[in-house]
């Protein structure tokens, strides 16, 4: 099965090139991308890019966007290309194409966040290291692997459920941009509406929990809500349904 997998998931990490408008414009775009979160913000925010727990507020939310921007092709795309129908008459297992396409959007996006964070690092220590090699703290460093993983995880699991039904790219990627832009500034409009009393005990509660207790409490729940969306597309992917769609 794993062969199967890894089969699908090098189509479509081809796709992904090429729905990026070529090698040139895709260059273009990794460049943008990498320039932003590996050189120009670690060059902004100095030593504090490496050393404070703040960096995963920074981190936490683009492989979302990455992920989406990715995902949206995996279902919807196949159906514009009239190649879906081939893709599930094939032998390949319902779960060999779902775990495959999964596989793909997390190595991507994923993926780049990881080039992005060591690029950071050693953006870093050229500009503000002034001799001393500075490093992510291990809590710092795990949290950044784990939670990136599970977020591109969940964008991934949205953007498959999603997919799956769409008519088209474009329509995939509205309502994904819109999934994930909820997720994203929901907490942040919440948190102007709840009254002040709130508030207050919100941000002691923050002030007074462990950095590790916290990094672990957003992993279980990133756990529990990737368990729950992956069941739900397993049970949504229907193989003679698509087909006849």
């Given amino acids: 099965?794993?062969?199967?997998?890894?089969?699908v998931m090098?189509?479509?990490?081809?796709?992904?090139?090429?729905?990026?408008?070529?090698?040139?414009r895709g260059a273009w775009s990794l460049l943008i991308f990498l320039g932003a979160f590996g050189v120009f913000m670690p060059l902004q925010f100095g030593r504090e890019w490496v050393?404070?727990?703040a960096t995963l507020l920074y981190w936490a939310w683009v492989p979302l966007f990455m992920v989406s921007s990715s995902v949206a092709d995996s279902f919807a795309g196949?159906?514009?290309?009239h190649t879906l129908e081939t893709l599930l008459a094939s032998r390949l297992s319902d779960r060999a194409i779902l775990f495959g396409k999964f596989g793909a959007a997390i190595g991507y996006g994923w993926g780049l966040t990881m080039v992005s964070l060591i690029l950071g690092l050693v953006t870093v220590n050229v500009a503000h290291g002034r001799g001393q090699l500075l490093l992510y703290p291990a809590p710092i460093f795990i949290s950044l692997i784990v939670l990136t993983l599970l977020a591109s995880a969940l964008a991934?699991?949205?953007?498959?459920l999603v997919s799956l039904r769409a008519p088209t790219v474009q329509s995939a990627a509205q309502r994904l941009s819109?999934?994930?832009m909820l997720i994203v500034f929901a907490p942040i409009l919440l948190s102007w509406i709840a009254p002040i009393e709130w508030r207050v005990r919100i941000g002691q509660a923050l002030q007074a929990a462990d950095f590790t207790g916290i990094s672990i409490a957003a992993a279980v729940v990133l756990i529990v809500l990737n368990a729950v969306l992956l069941a739900a597309t397993l049970a949504r992917f229907q193989r003679?349904?698509?087909?006849?769609?």
């Fill in 1 to 7: 099965m794993m062969a199967d997998v890894f089969t």
């Fill in 10 to 24: 090098w189509k479509d990490l081809k796709e992904i090139a090429r729905a990026a408008g070529g090698a040139r």
């Fill in 51 to 53: 050393e404070s727990p």
């Fill in 78 to 81: 196949e159906r514009e290309r």
């Fill in 156 to 160: 991934a699991s949205i953007g498959v």
């Fill in 178 to 180: 819109l999934g994930i």
């Fill in 240 to 245: 003679a349904r698509l087909i006849l769609d």
